[in-house]
């Protein structure tokens, strides 16, 4: 009778051990299927710990490395002097680094060559600023941040020339042009005049200067800023035919140029954004570029 008796309470025994294990194994999932904050946080690289003020995962830490050309030109920086916070580009520059929390001394500044920045490869810099056209294609390459100037091309021509009497886009398809290479400037060139005669590219801008004043071009392409300040300072004998319209429903931007795939780009954004929204891109843009806000429009 005992061992009739002890059957039924092994039976449910094993009932219960065997629930009691299903129900571990089914929690074991559950766990495994559910959502995990800390990898999101991880993945999606934008929480408030990654963009800690002064404490991003730069170049060199502590240090935030910003790069440009060399010469740099005005009216983006001012007498060739990236680091004295002076010139339009300068200004945003230190702008950025501040909201990203780097006071002036912890910015190095870096040299590198125009096409270069935006060139496939990894970068030694945390970003460029370098009058670099956000582009579909070049963002095949390299991030951008959102747009801190929002852009135009210009005409530039000799007074005396024929190419300064044009009106229009049409006046200039007969005309020997010319622009900095890897530039929209030069894709302007190509892509909306469509010239008769095959365009100048050069490798800088100041080339594109000599060219013009030797009569080796009937006219260049530049940014309307950069026009401006050629026309006021250094090619004095030459003026600002007029501007392109802007291509497509969206205007022609610069942003800062950073690597395929940074930590750093939407921090990098994000500051830039924030110094658009409380109105200092537009107050560093009166300081610097007041001037470079009216030319005819080529159409």
């Given at each position: 009778?005992?061992?009739?008796?002890?059957?039924?309470?092994?039976?449910?025994?094993?009932?219960?051990?065997?629930?009691?294990?299903?129900?571990?194994?089914?929690?074991?999932?559950?766990?495994?299927?559910?959502?995990?904050?800390?990898?999101?946080?991880?993945?999606?690289?934008?929480?408030?710990?990654?963009?800690?003020?002064?404490?991003?995962?730069?170049?060199?830490?502590?240090?935030?490395?910003?790069?440009?050309?060399?010469?740099?030109?005005?009216?983006?920086?001012?007498?060739?002097?990236?680091?004295?916070?002076?010139?339009?580009?300068?200004?945003?520059?230190?702008?950025?680094?501040?909201?990203?929390?780097?006071?002036?001394?912890?910015?190095?500044?870096?040299?590198?060559?125009?096409?270069?920045?935006?060139?496939?490869?990894?970068?030694?810099?945390?970003?460029?600023?370098?009058?670099?056209?956000?582009?579909?294609e070049?963002?095949?390459?390299?991030?951008?941040?959102s747009?801190?100037?929002?852009?135009?091309?210009?005409?530039?021509a000799?007074?005396?020339?024929?190419?300064?009497?044009?009106?229009?886009?049409?006046?200039?398809?007969?005309?020997?042009?010319?622009?900095?290479?890897?530039?929209?400037?030069?894709?302007?060139?190509?892509?909306?005049?469509?010239p008769?005669?095959?365009?100048?590219?050069?490798?800088?801008?100041?080339?594109?200067?000599?060219?013009?004043?030797?009569?080796?071009?009937?006219?260049?392409?530049?940014?309307?800023?950069?026009?401006f300040?050629?026309?006021?300072?250094?090619?004095?004998?030459?003026?600002?035919?007029?501007?392109f319209?802007?291509?497509?429903?969206?205007?022609?931007?610069?942003?800062?140029?950073?690597?395929?795939?940074?930590?750093?780009?939407?921090?990098?954004?994000?500051?830039?954004?924030?110094?658009?929204?409380?109105?200092?891109?537009?107050?560093?843009?009166?300081?610097?570029?007041?001037?470079?806000?009216?030319?005819?429009?080529?159409?």
């Open positions: 009778m005992t061992s009739t008796n002890r059957k039924p309470h092994l039976a449910q025994r094993a009932l219960r051990r065997a629930a009691s294990a299903a129900t571990v194994a089914l929690l074991a999932v559950a766990v495994g299927c559910a959502p995990q904050p800390e990898d999101k946080a991880a993945a999606s690289g934008t929480s408030a710990e990654s963009c800690a003020k002064g404490a991003l995962r730069t170049k060199t830490s502590g240090k935030l490395t910003i790069a440009t050309d060399e010469p740099a030109y005005e009216p983006w920086f001012k007498d060739d002097k990236p680091a004295g916070g002076k010139g339009f580009e300068s200004a945003v520059a230190y702008a950025v680094a501040k909201q990203l929390g780097y006071a002036k001394g912890n910015v190095v500044w870096q040299s590198v060559p125009f096409n270069k920045a935006f060139a496939p490869g990894e970068k030694t810099f945390d970003f460029d600023i370098n009058q670099v056209s956000i582009s579909t070049r963002k095949k390459a390299v991030d951008f941040s747009g801190y100037y929002d852009v135009r091309q210009a005409v530039i000799l007074k005396s020339s024929k190419a300064a009497k044009a009106e229009g886009v049409a006046d200039l398809k007969g005309l020997k042009l010319g622009a900095q290479v890897g530039t929209t400037s030069l894709d302007y060139i190509n892509d909306v005049v469509k008769t005669q095959e365009p100048a590219a050069y490798a800088k801008n100041d080339q594109a200067k000599s060219a013009l004043k030797n009569g080796q071009v009937d006219a260049i392409v530049v940014d309307l800023p950069t026009a300040y050629i026309t006021a300072a250094e090619v004095t004998d030459a003026k600002i035919v007029g501007q319209e802007n291509q497509g429903a969206a205007p022609e931007q610069f942003g800062l140029v950073l690597d395929k795939g940074s930590a750093l780009t939407s921090c990098v954004t994000s500051a830039v954004d924030a110094l658009r929204k409380d109105g200092t891109l537009a107050k560093i843009e009166k300081q610097w570029l007041s001037e470079a806000v009216d030319a005819p429009v080529l159409k």
